[in-house]
């Protein structure tokens, strides 16, 4: 079974930056797609970035050009870069995968998430 477990969490100042690593065990397939969410108490869970392969990526507007993710070769890790932080990117942040074999069902996941596999979380919190 596949378990992603999630790092690299913590307390900053606004636009200061994170970096975020999800360790993904049990065998994911080279197909798979991954994906960072984040949640807040009292709001729904908002995917942020989401990746298929190197040359297919999705960001959610409110953080494009600020976070970058990115995979290793044997897709048992994924990363988010988070720059110039800001109080909004305050949250839990999940790592997830889900079998997905296009750009458009990748952006249909991270979008309305309900499949894959989930880690429990790493919280973000960014002080202004």
């Known amino acids: 079974q596949v378990r992603p477990v999630e790092s690299g969490g913590g307390s900053v100042q606004a636009g200061e930056s994170l970096k975020l690593a999800c360790t993904i065990y049990?065998?994911?397939?080279?197909?798979?797609?991954m994906a960072w969410f984040r949640q807040i108490p009292g709001q729904e869970r908002e995917g942020v970035a989401g990746?298929?392969?190197?040359?297919?990526?999705y960001y959610a507007d409110s953080v494009k050009g600020r976070f970058t993710i990115s995979q290793s070769d044997l897709k048992d890790m994924v990363y988010l870069q988070m720059d110039n932080l800001r109080p909004s990117d305050s949250g839990m942040y999940h790592c997830?995968?889900?079998?997905?074999?296009?750009?458009?069902?990748?952006?249909?996941?991270?979008?309305?998430?309900?499949?894959?596999?989930w880690g429990p979380g790493t919280q973000v919190t960014v002080s202004s």
């Open positions: 990746i298929y392969t190197r040359r297919s990526q």
């Open positions: 049990g065998s994911a397939d080279r197909s798979s797609c």
């Open positions: 997830a995968v889900v079998a997905c074999t296009t750009y458009g069902s990748l952006v249909e996941w991270v979008r309305n998430p309900s499949a894959g596999y």
